[in-house]
């Protein structure tokens, strides 16, 4: 069975692909043995950017470039997007998990009439058919889903699948397709930005440091955030922290945070509730330091200490530190 | 102001949840049930606005079997006007757009000006429905909200939604259709007034013909559930603060080959 795995694009608002579509690209080309392409709904896109998809393996991006792309607005993108589709008939549509494709995909889903597997972890073909494998209740268990037609819809969670390595002089067929573009009923009024810590996002990082009650107050998380600047980490918070005020809710990990699934996972403090598992745990490394010997975090930790966060934490810092200098 | 609030009842986190004997659903016995958390933010943030505005109504709607009555009977606690609930046998196994077929049907029929959701239900983390929901309908939509301010008239809702980097303010025409995120408020626990109250509440029973609803094939079949892969066995560095520390960073780089 023919058809090509389209890869939806997610960017950094500046004509750049980000490197989690390196991940979407390689697993929709392993899947499909070379057939992925990638679809870009964009504002601005750039020479660069467009090279950078083709290096990763799309054989053809499919670039829908408009101002009335931006902000995302799903009134404007799934008419336009169903639309290629129905000319293209593509036999899977790929995304990263990211908040407007969380909320795009699934609508693209209900206005194509066919299903979703939303952060998938795992994809197989059985036959001529995939197979999606996704965690549910609270990660708890692994769910492996069928879809009735095609294409078929999933959003992918970074940071699982394998990055395609980037070939130098492979490069993609651009398309410029014509779609009809719907006006809009939300009026788009003002961005806040946040408060940039320096350090990376979240659910982008390769390695995350998180803090949890054990942290004592809001004022102690500088430590973590000098160790995420010396080894690149983002830092992230326990639902224990995030309600006793002592951080953002957009640090917080777990079941009603974000979903991580980094290289290397460093907690410091915290417990190991099931809420806070359902967000990390996937994670490739874990490392978990806590005073209480019993606290469930231990279980699914590769390497543990047994001590107080605020002597190990200088300590460790001091070791990247040395690590990073050599 | 009419708004609709659509629920669903999911296992409590910390419940144990087993595979049932069909392989594709969970063993339900024993369970504690409750609303998911993200639907409580848009029940709270629903009756907040028919408290500003000193009137209007608030509808909770759920799909779900028998069991989701007590989940509906929670909202009505907390002081939602009234229920709908969607029980049929032949939504049972409904995937995401076959459950957002059936809520855009009771919305068809209530015709709120607004309806808010959770982002997502934390049984299949899916997050689909509220989107599916604004496609059918046909309604400007909004996810992760974290603040949200319906005008004077009743005829727009200002919303800030999260990105990644920052929040993004929008202005909706209304009807529209809302996800809500931790964040935008915290939910009331109900009052002992409200939970003998919640008893004399109506909660409608509605079957899929009730709602014209024909019978189709699901487009998203869970084929099998499965344990967690076993994650192989941690190790406790022993040893004083400095020892377990260099260790430590030691197995990350050789053995690990994590940093």
Not at chain 1, 224 to 249: N, Q, T, Y
Not at chain 2, 178 to 198: D, V
Request: net charge neutral; charged share 25%.
């Amino acid at each position: 069975m023919a058809g090509a795995f389209w890869c939806l694009v997610e960017d950094d608002r500046q004509g750049l692909p980000k490197k989690v579509m390196s991940e979407v690209i390689g697993e929709a080309s392993r899947l499909s043995n070379g057939q992925a392409e990638a679809v870009w709904i964009t504002d601005k896109a750039s020479e660069e950017g467009l090279k950078q998809l083709g290096e990763w393996g799309a054989t053809k991006v499919w670039l829908l470039e408009n101002a009335a792309f931006a902000p995302y607005r799903g009134e404007v993108w799934v008419p336009a997007v169903a639309e290629l589709v129905a000319k293209e008939s593509p036999r899977a549509i790929f995304g990263p998990v990211t908040s407007r494709q969380r909320e795009f995909i699934p609508r693209l889903a209900a206005k194509l009439g066919v299903g979703l597997a939303a952060d998938s972890v795992a994809f197989a073909m059985e036959g001529d058919k995939l197979v999606a494998t996704r965690p549910v209740y609270a990660g708890k268990l692994l769910s492996k889903v069928a879809w009735a037609k095609t294409p078929w819809i999933a959003t992918l969670r970074p940071n699982v699948f394998r990055p395609a390595d980037a070939q130098a002089g492979r490069s993609a067929q651009i398309e410029r397709p014509s779609v009809t573009i719907p006006p809009a009923t939300m009026k788009f009024a003002e961005r806040r930005e946040e408060v940039s810590t320096g350090l990376p996002e979240l659910t982008e990082a390769e390695t995350v440091i998180s803090g949890g009650r054990g942290m004592k107050g809001p004022e102690n998380y500088v430590i973590l955030e000098e160790m995420g600047r010396v080894i690149g980490a983002a830092v992230g918070a326990s639902r224990a922290a995030v309600d006793a005020g002592w951080r953002p809710h957009r640090f917080q990990i777990g079941q009603t945070g974000r979903t991580i699934s980094p290289k290397l996972y460093l907690g410091f403090g915290v417990s190991g509730a099931i809420q806070h598992l359902a967000g990390m745990r996937t994670s490739k490394v874990i490392v978990a330091v806590n005073k209480d010997p019993e606290a469930p975090i231990f279980k699914i930790a590769d390497y543990g200490i047994v001590a107080d966060l605020f002597e190990v934490v200088p300590a460790l810092t001091s070791e990247f530190k040395k690590l990073m200098e050599k | 102001m009419k708004i609709l609030v659509a629920i669903k009842q999911v296992p409590d986190t910390a419940t144990q949840v087993k595979i049932g004997a069909d392989g594709k659903t969970i063993d339900t016995t024993g369970i504690t049930w409750i609303v998911s958390p993200y639907d409580e933010f848009a029940v709270e943030e629903a009756l907040r606005i028919k408290e500003k505005r000193g009137q209007g109504e608030v509808v909770a709607v759920t799909l779900g079997p028998d069991r989701a009555k007590e989940a509906l009977r929670s909202c009505l606690a907390m002081g939602c006007d009234r229920a709908i609930h969607v029980n049929d046998p032949a939504l049972a196994a409904a995937d995401t757009l076959a459950t957002a077929r059936a809520l855009a049907a009771v919305i068809t029929q209530e015709a709120p000006q607004l309806v808010l959701c959770g982002r997502q239900a934390i049984d299949d983390d899916m997050g689909a429905v509220t989107a599916q929901l604004a496609e059918l309908l046909g309604w400007p939509c909004a996810y992760w909200i974290m603040e949200e301010a319906v005008d004077a008239e009743g005829k727009s809702v200002r919303v800030a939604r999260q990105v990644e980097g920052g929040l993004e303010v929008f202005d909706l025409p209304l009807p529209a259709v809302l996800a809500a995120q931790k964040g935008l408020n915290e939910p009331r626990y109900p009052t002992l007034k409200g939970i003998m109250g919640a008893k004399k509440k109506e909660i409608k029973d509605l079957k899929a013909g009730d709602l014209g609803l024909a019978a189709e094939p699901s487009q998203l079949t869970i084929t099998a559930l499965e344990a967690l892969p076993p994650r192989p066995p941690g190790r406790i560095i022993q040893g004083d603060v400095a020892t377990a520390v260099k260790e430590l960073v030691r197995s990350l780089r050789e053995d690990a080959k994590a940093i």
